[in-house]
């Protein structure tokens, strides 16, 4: 009887490789160890990635539009169509994200200064292009403006008709707590981010609603509790909505094993990121799970929470092929 081939299903290793890129490479050193072609299923957890993973997974077309950066610099920004032009899917990061602002103009005026603006235009684009729904990736992100660069963008632009959006939230922080939790990652010192807590809270009394606590809503710098105060925008976590958007489940089930991949295995991983979830998700159906990741930094008790049986540190794509050939003799 001829063995049933593996799920493999990463997430990308932030700043080196994409998902399909660790996809294909675990691929690669599983079949030259013997192993049948596998099931390859690139993830994304609702932020940078998730694009490309669900134009892959679902089929669609590109768009893009001319759009304000993070600082204000004009640059040209995609989004994609799914589901005959019904859905358009933009990230935050391709218009507002902190891989747009050079290293050297990083820092406490950085943080401070970027807006979401170009994420409101490319928005807008997505709606006016015929869109019913918008899905918003929210991660990624140089912002922590609490939204007020979209807001006004898509305002300024006479709304987005009937069109309704959908954030996808990497992250459950609250509104509140996003410049403390995240403008440190974006370059503010502590004095920044007591600036930038007190204009978010500004923000959110001059809002129709207040986000503050609300669930999901400090994804992207406060994005995403604006959007849902300003728009009705409807915030979801985005590791689950990828999970399901690819079939995941369905796919795991028929698998021998399911292999998964991200840069770093940490805390973080139990707090609602892509790998935690599949894996949790293989655990309850009962398939045996495996992981390839540039650093193992979970302590063992995590370990036993995500009960990923074997992983594997590896970080070019050559290593990662390397790892997944010597799997094969544990699945």
Do not use: N
């Not at 932020?47 to 590109?62: D, M, N, P, R």
């Not at 796919?251 to 790998?275: F, N, P, S």
């Amino acid at each position: 009887m001829a063995r049933r081939p593996c799920l493999v299903a990463p997430d990308s290793f932030k700043g080196t490789s994409t998902a399909a890129q660790v996809a294909a490479a675990i691929g690669r050193g599983l079949e030259a160890a013997g192993e049948p072609p596998p099931d390859l299923c690139p993830l994304a957890d609702g932020g940078e990635g998730t694009l490309a993973v669900l134009l892959t997974a679902l089929g669609g077309s590109t768009g893009g539009a001319r759009v304000s950066g993070p600082l204000g610099a004009p640059l040209h920004a995609g989004y994609a169509l799914v589901e005959d032009g019904g859905t358009a899917i933009v990230e935050v990061a391709a218009a507002s994200g902190l891989g747009l602002v050079p290293e050297e103009a990083r820092g406490p005026d950085a943080a401070w200064e970027a807006s979401t603006r170009g994420t409101g235009e490319l928005i807008v684009a997505a709606a006016r292009a015929g869109a019913e729904v918008v899905l918003v990736a929210a991660g990624g992100s140089a912002t922590s403006d609490g939204g007020a660069g979209a807001i006004a963008a898509i305002e300024e632009a006479g709304g987005l008709g009937h069109a309704k959006l959908v954030v996808l939230c990497d992250v459950r922080t609250p509104y509140e707590r996003c410049a403390e939790v995240f403008g440190p990652q974006k370059g503010a010192d502590p004095a920044t981010v007591d600036r930038l807590r007190a204009r978010l809270d500004a923000h959110a009394v001059a809002l129709p609603q207040d986000p503050r606590g609300v669930p999901l809503s400090g994804a992207a710098g406060g994005l995403a509790g604006g959007l849902w105060a300003a728009f009705g925008a409807h915030l979801e976590p985005g590791a689950p909505f990828v999970l399901d958007a690819v079939g995941y489940d369905e796919r795991m089930r028929a698998a021998q094993a399911v292999v998964l991949g991200e840069g770093r295995l940490d805390a973080q991983t139990l707090q609602g990121k892509i790998v935690g979830e599949a894996a949790t998700r293989a655990r309850q159906a009962g398939v045996p799970c495996h992981a390839i990741v540039g650093e193992d930094a979970l302590e063992p008790f995590g370990h036993r929470i995500v009960d990923v049986h074997v992983v594997r540190e590896a970080t070019t794509l050559a290593e990662i092929e390397a790892a997944a050939a010597s799997l094969a003799g544990v699945l």
